[in-house]
Structure formats: structure tokens, C-alpha cells
């Protein structure tokens, strides 16, 4: 039965590759258009393609160091291999290989929508969001494959070769080799997400300022020289970038519920290892119910509700996935069971996943009330556009800064509820709830940037206004999919990094964090820092680059007669040249925070205080990087997208004191003011936020048993010599001896 199950789980993953491929040779035999549009098209596909091989090349020299460091780790320690950095290198080429799955079908699926559109709404929508579920199951398919296949292979060597219980230090080694996969797929993502959020910004804000602002020519004007290098960056940012960060949420949020799962002594048919198995099944199916929602997702006319339509699919793959839950739970977890003493039922846990997936949804609808056109927010935003600048920018940031509100009190309610249900096990598998269907939220996710680069094509090959009628309808709605996608990104951060920092109190054997201590209470200001200073830094390199391709755009509408009257073709590598080279060169030093600073407090501080570890002045670190770098994404993320289609209210008209305002008009110069400032923060730091706090959470789970206070695995050997008189054809009351014995 054990043997069954555990293959069943990279089986899953494989079925979603299948239909990925599947669904990305669909896309690829649609028309491509005129040969206008397909060079143009070109021109996307082969600036996207040189900035990942230039991005590979720069992360590859990161990744020959981390191995090196990582397999000395792996021999420092008891709980830990070499193995590790084979295991690193491993997640680091799957993070990537999925930001590449993405790249590829977005570029090829742009101009597809454009040609489509030229038809129909219903086809335009059908391709661009094949095109995103390309992206959706290649990102999970992946992440199912590899974590399941790995995990096979380390129980084998370590545990069942060893004839090992499920609950002893094999176990727990066999999990820190597979962390390794964790920070792998984290540490690219960072670098994707905030090198392509540099990228995509630095090209926008230039296109924009100088473009619309100066030269009075639309956003995506084929005169424009920036026009082609922000296209770009649509797909190196929204769809490399995003697709890399989601494969390392989904792999952290199901490690840390299998690290935390270790600590169950399950009397099950698996033998013992349930508890384990649960969030990569759980996974694995969420992929097959991501498939049937899509089903669901289209439109009869031109007059259909695309946002309907995207919603009626993400709604059905997450019912699917709670129903079939309930029958996973009582089929795998025995009645009983235990963590840390904290005693609850199977019924427990699944109470526990069903309300995973209502704050998942929850965060989505109420990010979508902060960022959709119509809504209060953004008509706020529009209203005050009308006075200028200055009050558009204090509208955007009030309402940001009032969008923490209901997700943080939704988000504390799930991380209490959860708790109260099965303990920090209960946590875990909330959030691995959550990120079951991330095949269908990161296909509705990707859509967006599909759309926006088809409207773009359409827009510089002057096609007729009603297809540029139909990529606008796509584009505001997949603007706003974009940012409720990012809201769920964060709330999926922050359930995961509560669970990994718990797998990191017991790695690391300390008891509490108390911050009454003052080193402790220091390393959690420095925590809450963090944030701030890394918002800091992207932001500043977004504001450098956008300044280069300023200067770039006005030379060459300077130096380059001809350009304004279509008589002239404008330098476009200039700008793609730009925007890469930036993005590349100012990506490093805010990855490098989230990865040294655990370091340097872990083992920077060892031995210096008798009274703190400096495991618990870690602890501190992450508590204040998590709080404040969760307000921090939900802040940006959401003024960024009210702003942004503030902006668009404009392209349909908007009435403000009684009259009508369209483009060109004073309130909409005043919106896309609004609109330069939020980019940066909608679509670079304030998405890399989740990343930041995972990618130190793992680190410090990472270098817990060099920093142990204490050998964490001897509680669990009890454990171990207690299972073994345990007869498993005998349930509950063994159990409940079990549970007294180790209480």
C-alpha cells in the first residue's frame, strides 16, 4: 500500500506535464498573423529568450558556490549529506526549466491572441489562457515530479536501507537533503523575480515617461524605442519571473508540512508515513482538478464576462480539491493523532485544508475589490486624479495601505483556526491546501501578461480598433488576476514561512523565542528592517534603469529622423540592451540580503550571549522579516494595481464631478503618473516579498543543525523505540498509549 501511494505522487506530476505539452501544441498550431506581427512578435521572443540565457549565466556562478558550500554543510552534520547540494542543483535547474516553460508559450501565444482576437473575444480568451495553463501545469507538473521522485529516492537510501523508523533521525535527514531542492528552486526564484521585475519595469517606466508623457504617442506605439524591451519585460517579469516564484512556494509549502508531518507518529497503512505523504497527494491532485477547472473557463460571444469566466474556473478546481480531500484524509490518517502534544483527528486536518482554501479565496476576492476597475478603491484613485499628481499618488498610497487591513485579519483568523484544528501541523497543510490549485492560479496568473503583449502587437501593427477593443478587455481583466494572484502569492508565504519557522524551532532544539531577551528583540527589529531595505534597493535600481532608458528614448527620437513619421525603424536592442544589462547587474545585491543575513546571525552569534542561542536570535530575525514583509507585498502589490487600472479607467472614460475625462486629459496625465510610481512597486519588490521571507525561512531550516542547542532527534527515539512495540493491526487504543507515553 506504502509503495503504491508513493509512486502515485510523481505519476501526478507526469500527468500534468502530459497535458501541458499537450495544450502547448494546440497554441503552437494557431494562425500567427501578417508578417508584420510575427516580426514584431520576433523581436519579443528573442530579446525574452537573450535575457534568461544572460540571467542563467550570472545565476550559474552563484549556483557552482552554493553547491561547494552545501556539500561541506552536508558533511558537518549528523541530519545532513553531501547529497544536498546535488539536491540544490537539482531544484535550481527545475525553477528555472519552469520560468523557461513559461517564456516559451507566452511568445509564442502573444501574437497568437492578437491574430485571435481579430475574430472573436471567446477565441482570443481560449488561446491566451491555453497559453497560461501551459504555464500553470508545467510550473506544478514539475514541482510534483521532482519533489515526489526525490523523496522517494532519499527514504530509500536513508531510511528503508537503514531499516529505519518514519519518525527518527534517517527521516529527518532524508527531509534536510530534500530542503535542498526548497532552497534551490527559492534561490532562483529571487533572482528571476527581482531581475525580471527590474527588467520589465526599467522598459516600462522609460516607455511611459518619455513615450506618452513627452512625445504624446500611445503605450505600445511601434515608434516608440522602449516599446519592444517593455514587451519584453512582460514576459521575463509576469511569467518567467512569477513562474519560478510559485514553483518555490508550492516546493516550500509542502516540504514544510512534510518536515512538521515527521513529528506525527501516525498508526496508518502506510506505515507511519502518512502524515508525509499527504501534502504532495494532496498536490498531485490538486493538478487533475486544476485540469477539469479549466474546462470551464470560457465565454459564448464578444459580450461574455471574461472575469466570470476566470473565476468560474479557478472556483471549480478549488471545490473539486475539498471535496476530494475529505476522502484523502479518511483514507490515508488514522483517527488519532499527535504533535509536540498538541492531540486532534483526521476530521481535524481536513477542517484544516477546507479552511486553507477559503483564505486562499478570501485573499483573492478581497485583493480584486483593492485593485478592479469599478470598485470604491480605484474610483477613489480616478476621483482624485482630478487635482493632480500629487493627490493621485495619496489616493494610491492610502488605499495600499488600507488593502493590509482584511487580508492580515482573514490571514490571522486562517493561522488560528488552523492551529486550533491540528496544531502547527494544522498550519502546514492549510497552506498546502491553498497551494493545491496553483496549476489554475498561476494559468490565470500568466494569462494576464499574454494579454497585455498581444494588445501591445495589436497596438504597433495599427490592426483596426475592434481587436484592440478585444486584447484591452483581456488585458484590464488579466491586470487584475495578476494582482489577486500576488495577494495569494503572499498569503501562501506567509502560512508556509509560519510553518517552516516551526520546523526550524524544533531543528534547531530551542523552546521559545523571547523577545524580552534583548538580543533577541534586536534581531527582530533588524527582521522587520529587512523588508524595507530590500523594497529599497529594487525600487532605486527600477528608478536607475528607467533613467538609462530615458535618455535612450529621447536620443534616439533626437538623433534618428524619421521615427515620428513611420518613416524610420527605431533602434529596439538599444533598449532591450538596457534593460537586461540593469536588471542583471542590480539583482545581486537583494538576493545576497535574503540569502547571508540568516547566516551571519546564526553563526555569526554563536557563543556570543550565555543567556541566547543565537538559534533563538535567527528565530527573531524571521519572525520580524515575516511580519513586515508580508505588509510590505500586500501594501505595494495593491497600490501598484490600483493605480494601474486607475490608468485604464481612463481608456473607456470616466466621470468625475459630473464630466466625462478620457486619454490626454489632465486627470489621465495625473494616472499615469500614478501608474510610473506603482510599477516598480506592483510588479518588482513588492511581489519578491514572498520570496524574501521563504527563501530566509529555508535557509535558517537549512543551517538549524549546525546551530542546535540541543541533539533535536533524541525526543523523537523514544518515539522510535515505542513504535516498535507497536502493533499496527491494533488502531486506536495503541495509539492513544502512544500518544501518553511520549507526552
Given amino acids: 500500500m506504502e509503495q503504491a501511494l508513493i509512486y502515485v505522487v510523481p505519476a501526478l506530476g507526469l500527468v500534468g506535464l502530459i497535458v501541458m505539452a499537450i495544450k502547448s501544441a494546440w497554441v503552437t498550431r494557431q494562425e500567427t498573423g501578417d508578417k508584420n506581427m510575427m ?44 547529497v544536498i547540494a546535488i539536491s540544490f542543483l537539482i531544484g535550481a535547474v527545475f ?19 492578437t491574430q485571435a482576437a481579430r475574430t472573436s473575444l471567446k477565441h482570443a480568451l481560449k488561446v491566451s489562457f491555453t497559453g497560461g495553463s501551459v504555464m500553470g501545469l508545467g510550473v506544478a507538473g514539475l514541482a510534483v515530479l521532482g519533489l515526489g521522485s526525490l ?6 537510501m536513508y531510511v528503508q536501507s537503514a531499516g529505519a523508523g518514519v519518525n527518527g533521525v534517517e527521516m529527518e535527514k532524508a527531509l534536510e537533503v530534500l530542503a535542498g531542492f526548497s532552497l534551490g528552486a527559492e534561490s532562483i526564484a529571487l533572482f528571476a523575480r527581482v531581475g525580471g521585475g527590474i527588467y520589465t519595469k526599467a522598459a516600462d517606466v522609460g516607455a511611459d515617461l518619455v513615450g506618452k508623457v513627452e512625445a504624446g504617442i500611445p503605450e505600445d506605439d511601434v515608434r516608440n524605442p522602449a516599446t519592444i524591451a517593455d514587451n519584453v519585460g512582460d514576459n521575463v ?25 515527521r513529528e506525527i507518529v501516525s498508526i496508518d497503512n502506510f506505515g507511519g508515513i502518512a502524515p508525509i505523504l499527504l501534502p504532495m497527494v494532496l ?38 480539491t475539498g471535496i476530494a480531500s475529505f476522502f484523502v484524509v479518511k483514507y490515508m490518517l488514522p483517527e488519532t493523532l499527535s504533535i509536540r502534544g498538541y492531540e486532534f483527528t483526521n476530521m481535524d486536518v481536513f477542517y484544516a485544508i477546507i479552511l486553507g482554501l477559503i483564505v486562499g479565496s478570501l485573499m483573492s476576492i478581497i485583493t480584486e475589490y483593492y485593485t478592479a476597475m469599478g470598485k470604491r478603491p480605484v474610483k477613489s484613485i480616478i476621483q482624485q486624479s482630478a487635482t493632480g499628481h500629487a493627490t493621485n499618488i495619496i489616493a494610491g498610497l492610502a488605499v495600499g495601505m488600507e488593502s493590509t487591513v482584511l487580508p492580515i485579519l482573514v490571514l490571522s483568523g486562517g493561522i488560528m483556526g488552523s492551529y486550533a484544528f491540528a496544531g502547527l501541523y494544522g498550519v502546514a497543510i492549510a497552506a498546502a491546501g491553498m497551494m493545491a490549485t496553483t496549476a489554475m492560479q498561476l494559468a490565470i496568473d500568466a494569462f494576464g501578461p499574454i494579454a497585455d503583449n498581444a494588445g501591445g502587437i495589436a497596438e504597433m501593427s495599427q490592426l483596426p480598433e475592434e481587436v484592440r477593443h478585444r486584447t484591452d478587455i483581456l488585458d484590464a481583466v488579466g491586470n487584475t488576476t495578476a494582482a489577486s494572484g500576488k495577494g495569494f502569492a503572499i498569503a501562501s508565504a506567509a502560512l508556509t514561512s509560519l510553518a517552516l519557522f516551526a520546523a526550524f524551532v524544533g531543528v534547531a532544539g530551542i523552546d521559545a523565542i523571547d523577545i524580552f531577551k534583548a538580543p533577541v528583540l534586536a534581531a527582530l527589529f533588524v527582521g522587520g528592517m529587512i523588508p524595507f531595505i530590500f523594497s529599497s534597493l529594487a525600487i532605486a535600481a527600477v528608478g536607475r534603469a528607467a533613467m538609462d532608458m530615458v535618455n535612450e528614448v529621447r536620443r534616439q527620437f533626437r538623433e534618428i529622423p524619421g521615427i515620428m513619421e513611420y518613416k524610420a525603424k527605431p533602434e529596439y536592442e538599444k533598449c ?15 538576493g545576497a540580503i535574503a540569502l547571508i543575513t540568516p547566516m551571519l546571525i546564526g553563526f555569526g552569534f554563536q557563543g556570543v550571549f550565555e543567556q541566547v542561542s543565537s538559534a533563538e536570535m535567527l528565530g527573531g530575525l524571521l519572525a520580524g522579516v515575516t511580519v513586515s514583509g ?76 549546525h546551530i542546535s542547542q540541543r541533539p533535536h532527534a533524541a525526543p523523537l527515539a523514544d518515539k522510535i523505540e515505542i513504535e516498535k512495540e507497536i502493533n499496527y ?8 498509549e502512544v500518544i501518553t507515553e511520549i507526552k
Avoid at 549565466?57 to 549556483?63: N, P, T
Avoid at 479549466?294 to 464576462?305: A, L
Avoid at 532591450?576 to 537583494?590: D, H
Fill in 729 to 736: 493491526e491494533d488502531g486506536k487504543n495503541e495509539m492513544a
Fill in 39 to 82: 516580426e514584431l512578435a520576433g523581436y519579443i521572443a528573442d530579446g525574452a529568450m537573450a535575457f534568461l540565457k544572460a540571467e542563467w549565466k550570472v545565476l550559474s556562478y552563484f549556483a557552482v558556490i552554493a553547491i561547494i558550500l552545501l556539500a561541506w554543510s552536508g558533511i558537518s552534520v549528523e541530519t545532513s549529506s553531501p
Fill in 283 to 320: 498536490a498531485g491532485l490538486g493538478i487533475v482538478f486544476s485540469i477539469l477547472g479549466m474546462f470551464f473557463v470560457t465565454i459564448k460571444n464578444d459580450k461574455g464576462d471574461v472575469q466570470h469566466a476566470l473565476n468560474m474556473g479557478n472556483w471549480s478546481s478549488i471545490v473539486f
Fill in 237 to 261: 517579469g509576469d511569467v518567467a519571473g512569477m513562474g519560478a516564484d510559485l514553483f518555490g512556494s508550492y516546493v516550500a509549502t509542502i516540504l514544510a508540512t512534510m518536515v512538521l508531518g
Fill in 630 to 705: 508580508v505588509l510590505m507585498g500586500m501594501f505595494q502589490s495593491n497600490a501598484g494595481g490600483a493605480w494601474d487600472n486607475a490608468k485604464k479607467s481612463f481608456e473607456k472614460g470616466v466621470e468625475i464631478d459630473g464630466e466625462m475625462y478620457y486619454k490626454k486629459s489632465e486627470p489621465h496625465k495625473a494616472s499615469v503618473t500614478g501608474d510610473t510610481v506603482g510599477d516598480p512597486f506592483k510588479d518588482t519588490s513588492g511581489p519578491s516579498m514572498n520570496i524574501l521571507i521563504k527563501l530566509m525561512s529555508i535557509v535558517a531550516l537549512i543551517i538549524a543543525p
Fill in 576 to 590: 532591450v540592451e538596457i534593460s537586461t544589462k540593469a536588471s542583471l547587474r542590480e539583482m545581486l545585491l537583494p
Fill in 151 to 156: 523523496f522517494i529516492l532519499f527514504y530509500h
Fill in 95 to 113: 525553477s528555472a526549466f519552469a520560468g523557461y516553460i513559461g517564456m516559451n508559450i507566452a511568445t509564442k501565444a502573444n501574437v497568437r491572441t
